[in-house]
């Protein structure tokens, strides 16, 4: 079965202050989106599709004009460019919907299961290797999959991220997962800010961290519900359409059941400036432990 990975990497990167999508963390100048393509191409997915602002192609192109030629079929879609259902309101807003848009617009260019996740979280290759296997031997299109991370090991400590935070049952089917926007580390605990209050939440918490796995007709329901929420929130500036919401409301009605995945990988990613000796040395690190190679592609 042939599998297709979508990266969402059309982020401006405000807290960052930079490109942070192409930001060279290896050493010969390997970004963490050349770390997830090899690992994919380990588990054997065959093609990529990057969304991105049309702005960023000439980048995108030429630091994959030769990299991993040959290995894994490249695509792009353009985020900034995907207008749908905006024309019939009047709609002042700079940036797009957020991530479940993001997927939306990827829709043409894929036929396949598919993993979609974000350009720049380090996610690791157990996880690459678990979500293949899951989509690979799944019977049922209307299960869905998603990487769930230790919140503990989701952390930067330069400043606060967000996370879906899942509860799941015994079997491990998702029952609820919830975008929270400012999670950090306050006096040795975990917390999330909401409306000026701090509440805590537990190291093992499972998190998504856009991570996931689906089949091709969930185009049709994100499409559905993406038109609703331009009903709904055409007049705000600062509405988000997320993937864990879109998810959630599949499970309240019934369409899907969400199957996740643990994982015990640290996650590792470039959310501020600070962020970045770190992502380098953890990836040195591997590579010293032979995980990986010291040139890709």
Not at 27 to 49: C, F, Q, W
Not at 93 to 102: F, I
Request: aromatic share 12%; proline share 4%.
């Amino acid at each position: 079965m042939d599998l297709s990975l979508v990266i969402m990497a059309a982020g401006i990167g405000s807290r960052y202050g930079g490109v942070k999508q192409l930001e060279g963390i290896g050493p010969n100048g390997e970004t963490i989106m050349d770390y997830s393509l090899h690992d994919a191409i380990r588990n054997g997915y065959k093609k990529v599709v990057f969304i991105i602002r049309k702005e960023l192609q000439e980048a995108f192109d030429h630091h994959y004009r030769d990299r991993f030629r040959g290995m894994i079929g490249i695509d792009y879609v353009y985020q900034d460019e995907f207008k749908k259902y905006e024309d019939q309101y009047e709609i002042n807003r700079s940036k797009p919907w957020g991530t479940a848009h993001a997927m939306l617009s990827s829709a043409p260019k894929v036929d396949t299961p598919f993993a979609i996740l974000n350009a720049d979280d380090f996610y690791g290759a157990q996880a690459f290797r678990a979500m293949a296997g899951a989509l690979r031997s799944n019977e049922d299109p209307h299960t869905l999959f998603l990487m769930g991370y230790k919140l503990v090991n989701t952390l930067s400590d330069y400043g606060t991220v967000s996370r879906g935070v899942c509860a799941a049952d015994r079997n491990n089917y998702l029952v609820d997962v919830k975008e929270l926007t400012k999670i950090g580390k306050r006096n040795g605990e975990i917390y999330f800010e909401d409306n000026g209050e701090f509440k805590m939440l537990q190291p093992h918490d499972p998190v998504s961290m856009n991570f996931w796995g689906f089949s091709p007709w969930i185009f049709e329901e994100l499409d559905r519900q993406f038109r609703s929420f331009i009903e709904k929130n055409h007049d705000n500036p600062k509405a988000e359409f997320y993937i864990p919401s879109f998810v959630d409301k599949l499970i309240k009605d019934n369409k899907a059941r969400v199957k996740v995945l643990p994982t015990d990988e640290t996650w590792l990613g470039v959310t501020y400036q600070e962020d970045k000796p770190v992502v380098i040395n953890g990836i040195s690190e591997f590579i010293d432990r032979g995980l990986y190679p010291k040139r890709l592609g």
